[in-house]
C-alpha cells in the first residue's frame, strides 16, 4: 500500500503567503476542550483509500494531519476533520 501526500509542500507554500502581515496578537489563542492546555502535538489519522478510488489503482493510505492536547491528548472537535454529512 502507498501514502498520498501530492501536493504538500505547494499548499504549505500558500499557506505562508497567505498569512503574511498577521501579528500573533490579533488571533484568537486555541486551548484543549478537555483541560485547557494551550500547546498541541501534530498526529496523524489515516483513511484506507481501494484501489478504484485511487489515481495509482492500487489500494492505500491518505494520511490526514491532526492535533491532539500535548497534556491530556484530546483532540478538539473543531480540529477533527468533518464528513460529508456534517458540512
Known sequence: MESLTGGNQD???QL???LQGLKLKDLDPVECEKCGCPT????????????VMNPTGKAGFLPIPLYQCSS???????LMPRTDDEQ
Open 16 to 18: 505562508a503567503r497567505n
Open 72 to 78: 491530556c491528548g484530546h483532540i478538539n472537535d473543531e
Open 40 to 51: 498541541f502535538v501534530q498526529v496523524t489519522l489515516l483513511r484506507r483509500i481501494s484501489p
Open 11 to 13: 499548499m504549505k507554500q
